[in-house]
């Protein structure tokens, strides 16, 4: 008994001593984690653990193992006996979950970093717990709609990557109807195609019909690539009898009654045929349809619901800007509001909200659009003429985490919107989810942590003015982001170089 209990006692000091060799980090870290270059963690072989680790399909007590980029275990429950002599980030109770992934983001470089720039926009991508973003082929210049633009593209972004980024190819009616130049675009590694049914606002991004997209997504089908879609189209018998001289322009209901639901409606009606192509069976059997910013929670949804169910291969994202905002609270004259298709009223918001609690609606996106300030017209507050789009990179994750508590949402469904469905989207296939073997993107944040996006705020968008969510209480404070192990951002600091990784597809 005497030697049993000996030897028992010799297994726990050995344990302990084990433990002790555990380089532990607790959150709040100190000012300097003595990381240098791309991490501001001077290791690539370490833990990471809390209370809340969303993995698995549920959330508790876990740890993960960070090794040379990936992850690569996870221990769930008890994890303390697995991290042995190993460096362990002890964030508490804080939440730890996928990365998220933003599809829809213009960072506008070359030619317009004025407005953005992959420098500033991945520093508040990463900011705000955001590990992958794919940049959007218009708003830069030139656009990316060749092979020759997508190398400008990749050029422009060299060295300036904060997260991972990937980049959407342009469809516009000159490469529609030329398979071999969608092909060497899509060869030279763009993610999937985007086309705009409207007037785009850029000058070298004309609008398509439905047979240039048709087309289109004959040659999509043979690499199995999205083609996302601006769904609004002004329909043919549609006038205004009332004159734009006559009408109030500081007016948010003016620019409102100027983009009716009637344009989504027209356009996704135009789709029929495109979507039955990608049913099985189908002339684009392969290719895939995505819906960006969906605003029209009535006859467009409906006629897409149609549409999955008959077996299109579809998809519908929307923003938290439509579940956030209602246009009965968009003051006269804060063109920060503005954006394409318009933030509609308090019934749509509700109704967006039911679609994608119901699991109608897949993902979200950020569609961060800015501008120079002086394009907004925030001085003149004309809505007719001001740039539409709303900058929110960096606060996609507290916005919907603060406006969605009402409605009961939960982290793993956080995870689905913003980094699983993302992932598939863009066919990122190791990215998306806490699991061995995929990249070891990661946000940790405080979802309880309130604060007011206001002056005092760290902001680093390259415009901190234009955003429409200046001035709102949120909560959902982000610690800590890892980008493929580094981490890239904790505590009101980045890393001192930018390691993030352009993504082409293979």
């Not at 073997?437 to 002056?455: C, M, N, R, S």
């Not at 969510?469 to 610690?479: C, E, F, N, T």
Request: hydrophobic fraction near 40%.
């Amino acid at each position: 008994m005497v030697a049993s209990a000996k030897g028992r006692l010799v297994s726990v000091l050995a344990v302990a001593a084990a433990l002790a060799a555990v380089l532990l980090y607790r959150a709040p870290f100190s000012k300097s984690l003595g990381g240098e270059g791309c991490s501001l963690l001077p290791h690539d072989h370490f833990w990471i653990a809390s209370d809340r680790v969303v993995t698995l399909g549920r959330v508790g007590p876990a740890a993960v193992e960070v090794k040379g980029g990936l992850i690569n275990a996870i221990a769930v429950g008890d994890y303390r006996s697995f991290v042995l002599r190993r460096p362990l980030l002890d964030y508490g109770d804080a939440v730890i979950m996928p990365g998220l992934i933003d599809v829809h983001a213009h960072l506008d470089e070359p030619g317009r970093a004025e407005w953005e720039g992959f420098s500033t926009g991945t520093r508040a991508a990463a900011a705000g717990g955001i590990t992958t973003l794919v940049d959007m082929p218009l708003n830069s210049f030139p656009s990316t709609v060749s092979e020759e633009t997508l190398k400008m593209k990749l050029e422009a972004a060299q060295d300036k990557l904060y997260v991972d980024v990937g980049f959407w190819g342009g469809l516009v009616p000159e490469n529609a109807f030329n398979p071999s130049a969608l092909e060497g675009l899509l060869n030279a590694g763009v993610l999937g195609l985007k086309s705009f049914m409207c007037p785009s606002g850029i000058n070298d991004f004309p609008m398509t019909n439905s047979t240039h997209i048709e087309e289109g997504l004959v040659t999509l089908a043979k690499y199995k690539r999205p083609l996302l879609i601006h769904a609004e189209r002004i329909p043919e018998a549609e006038g205004d009898d009332v004159q734009e001289d006559e009408l109030d322009p500081r007016s948010y209901m003016t620019y409102l009654k100027s983009r009716p639901p009637s344009w989504e409606e027209a356009a996704i009606g135009d789709l029929h045929r495109a979507m039955k192509d990608t049913e099985s069976g189908g002339r684009s059997e392969g290719a895939h349809i995505h819906i960006v910013h969906l605003s029209d929670a009535k006859t467009s949804l409906e006629l897409m619901k149609d549409a999955k169910r008959s077996g299109a291969s579809l998809s519908i994202e929307t923003c938290p800007h439509y579940l956030a905002f209602s246009s009965e609270e968009v003051p006269d004259g804060d063109t920060r509001f503005k954006c394409s298709p318009p933030i509609r009223d308090d019934t749509n918001r509700e109704n967006l909200w039911k679609a994608l609690l119901d699991g109608h609606i897949d993902m979200l996106s950020s569609d961060h659009s800015p501008s120079t300030p002086d394009l907004k017209l925030m001085e003149e507050g004309n809505f007719l003429r001001a740039w539409g789009g709303i900058s929110s990179l960096q606060f996609v994750l507290p916005v919907t985490w603060s406006y969605g508590r009402k409605y009961g949402i939960t982290l793993n469904q956080l995870a689905s919107w913003w980094s699983e469905k993302p992932a598939k989207l863009a066919g990122q296939k190791n990215k998306g989810a806490i699991l061995p073997g995929y990249h070891a993107d990661i946000v940790v944040w405080k979802p309880e942590t309130e604060f007011q996006l206001d002056d005092s705020h760290a902001i680093y968008h390259k415009h901190q003015n234009i955003s429409a969510y200046l001035g709102k209480q949120l909560s959902g404070k982000v610690l800590s982001t890892f980008v493929r192990g580094n981490l890239v951002f904790a505590e009101d600091k980045h890393a001192n170089v930018a390691c993030g990784v352009p993504i082409l597809a293979k």
